[in-house]
């Protein structure tokens, strides 16, 4: 009888000792998965500090982005866009040409530099020609003639507004066409106004009502002008805002 309890109390005590040994077992595997799951202290810290590091960095990799992407931007037909100007990008620029032809109220086809440009005026839409609508249809053939009338075979200036980029998506140049103060397309009224650089072909699409005002993102250097423009000629009712322009 006590010699079966003695065994009893050495399985108890061998079972103890087990049951002991898969406990610390256990602990340990937990604590090592815990480890896994949720990072140490020293760990987030690495991490924040890595993280700040590639933020640090981050301007300067957008900024050489940027300068390839204007690179590439800059090159027609294998040659360095007409016009283009290393330096201070925000100095105004201002590229001589001769429209080609009017695509419609707001692009138009421009030789600089022998090459044929695809330029799309900033600060004004017009409608589109291929509009499926008669009325709407109607109203861009008013402002491609407008435009033809007052451009086609003219000299004229350029300029570029470092707002709104070089190019658009289709990858046309973005600018404001001048007329020279002087220019005989222009209507009695409009000569000898505007300014050293001659007359804003954009604002003046806008005034004569063959233009909307056009923000496409970021405000553009002559966007109070042209808003105030438009706010006119929408009262006085010319042009596209004159209802009986294409008749109903």
Not at 76 to 84: F, H, K, L, S, Y
Not at 91 to 101: L, N, S, Y
Not at 184 to 202: M, R
Request: glycine share 6%; aromatic share 8%; proline share 5%.
């Amino acid at each position: 009888m006590n010699k079966m309890t003695r065994q009893n109390k050495l399985l108890l005590l061998v079972a103890f000792l087990a049951t002991v040994a898969v406990l610390f077992y256990k602990l340990g595997y937990d604590r090592h998965a815990a480890d896994l799951l949720i990072p140490s202290q020293a760990n987030i810290t690495a991490v924040e500090n890595r993280t700040a590091t590639i933020i640090d960095k981050l301007p300067d990799k957008l900024a050489a982005n940027s300068s390839l992407l204007t690179k590439s931007q800059q090159t027609i037909n294998g040659e360095q866009a007409p016009g283009t100007q290393t330096g201070n990008s925000s100095a105004t620029e201002i590229v001589p040409g001769q429209v080609i032809r009017v695509i419609d109220g707001d692009t138009i086809v421009v030789n600089i530099n022998a090459l044929p440009v695809h330029v799309r005026l900033i600060g004004i839409n017009s409608p589109e020609l291929n509009d499926k609508r008669p009325q709407v249809a109607c109203l861009a053939q008013k402002a491609k003639e407008e435009a033809e009338k007052l451009l086609n075979g003219q000299n004229i200036y350029l300029e570029k507004d470092p707002t709104q980029g070089d190019y658009d998506r289709y990858n046309r140049l973005l600018a404001y066409v001048f007329l020279p103060a002087d220019s005989a397309s222009l209507p009695s009224a409009q000569l000898g106004t505007g300014t050293t650089s001659g007359v804003n072909f954009n604002k003046l699409m806008i005034e004569n009502g063959y233009a909307y005002e056009h923000t496409y993102f970021l405000p553009y250097k002559y966007q109070r002008e042209f808003k105030d423009a438009q706010a006119k000629v929408r009262t006085a009712q010319k042009g596209l805002w004159n209802p009986d322009i294409c008749g109903n």
